[in-house]
């Protein structure tokens, strides 16, 4: 089974423009979850999706946004970008039938330089 | 506000011997406790995980264990091997929530020496 996929891997920014990461889950896997590394902040619950509904966010600006497409793909979208959102942006998925799985799987990451 | 830390940066041990990566949390409402791997370049990999209703979790050379009151868990690797060098997360979350809001610590990096 195929894992966690992510594009682009490598994204190069400059400051003020938006950009949009991908992420296709593990297939049969709806839920979807963003998380921002930073070297000195550590891994950071960006935010949730299941079945195409936001189901939690964590403390981030209302420049990050995401959604999910009824095949449970998702994408984030960073708008007005800052120097400080320059990290890796990994995408977890998880599988649940009604009771939720805390084992999330990880994709490689987006490694987003913004200058 | 670091709700799940992990004090130790880096810990360096040598082949054959027990790793021991600890990490401390402050919320008593966290029931579920993960440990990731992770090499550069690549996403973090579950490693094994232990329920609050347990103090102790073992899968081969990983053994978990969870002790609430001090609201401690370490993770003990035996042996160490160089292919465990890696950075290390442990992970909170609070199973009420019915979220997928884990909650990490900052790392620990393990160097196993040959």
């Known amino acids: 089974k195929a894992g966690v996929t992510q594009t682009p891997r490598y994204l190069i920014k400059t400051r003020g423009q938006q950009v949009t990461l991908s992420c296709s889950p593990i297939?049969?896997?709806?839920?979807v979850s963003w998380y921002q590394q930073t070297p000195g902040q550590g891994l950071q619950f960006l935010f949730e999706?299941?079945?195409?509904?936001?189901?939690n966010k964590g403390n981030f600006p209302g420049r990050f946004s995401g959604r999910q497409f009824s095949n449970s793909r998702s994408e984030m979208n960073v708008s007005t970008l800052e120097l400080g959102d320059s990290a890796l942006y990994l995408c977890a998925s998880s599988w649940e039938t009604g009771y939720f799985s805390y084992e999330q799987y990880f994709g490689p990451g987006t490694r987003l330089t913004v200058t | 506000d670091q709700q799940v830390k992990q004090n130790s940066p880096s810990l360096s041990v040598q082949e054959g011997r027990i790793s021991i990566l600890n990490c401390d949390y402050t919320n008593s409402m966290f029931d579920y406790f993960l440990w990731y791997k992770k090499y550069p370049a690549e996403g973090p990999t579950f490693l094994i995980s232990?329920?609050?209703?347990?103090d102790k979790n073992e899968d081969g050379r990983f053994t978990v264990f969870l002790n609430k009151s001090a609201k401690h868990l370490s993770l003990h690797i035996v042996p160490s091997q160089p292919g465990d060098s890696a950075v290390y997360f442990c992970?909170?979350?609070?199973?009420?929530?019915?979220?997928?809001?884990?909650?990490f610590g900052q790392g620990t990096t393990l160097q196993v020496k040959p």
């Open positions: 232990i329920s609050s209703i347990k």
């Open positions: 297939s049969g896997h709806r839920s």
């Open positions: 992970a909170a979350i609070r199973v009420s929530s019915n979220t997928g809001k884990l909650i």
């Open positions: 999706y299941f079945s195409e509904t936001q189901r």
